[in-house]
């Protein structure tokens, strides 16, 4: 009898974007590039999910519907894993204050751009997907422009 090995979990991405058809879009990229896609739509939805599971980052949009947009939703997420990466997305032309950790996407942006600020996957010597090495897989590609990151 062949002996099964268990597989490492792909690295999980908490999605959190109200725009239904963007949320998908972001979902599927990141499912090809071989991270696990879990969605919400609100900050509230975000917020339960993450009492429930742990992700290895979070993308989320800044302005939600509800009670917690996704200032709170990242400050949250990175109150409990600080070491992840956080990608934060809006249309706004400027933020309000230094970015004091994550990156920051102006909307629109290109799915090569999502996928870029979260990493490769690593791929495990079984061939199955693990989780990212680095503490920050994004700090080799952010720069400081301004009182904001962005990708380049």
Known sequence: MDSISPSTPAPS?????????????????????????????????????MAAAE???????????G????????TTFSFIWPDRPVVYASAISALPGPLRTGVFLRKPFTVAMLARAFGPVRSAGTGSAARPTAKNPTTARIRSASSFVHLS
């Not at 992700?55 to 519907?65: N, R, V």
């Open 13 to 49: 991405i908490l999605i959190v974007e109200d725009d239904a058809e963007l949320r998908e879009t972001i979902a599927r990229t990141l499912l090809q590039a071989g991270y696990e896609a879990v969605a919400a739509s609100s900050g509230e939805d975000a917020l339960d999910l």
């Open 67 to 74: 009670r917690a947009d996704g200032w709170e939703v990242g």
């Open 55 to 65: 992700f290895d980052g979070l993308y989320c949009a800044i302005e939600l519907p």
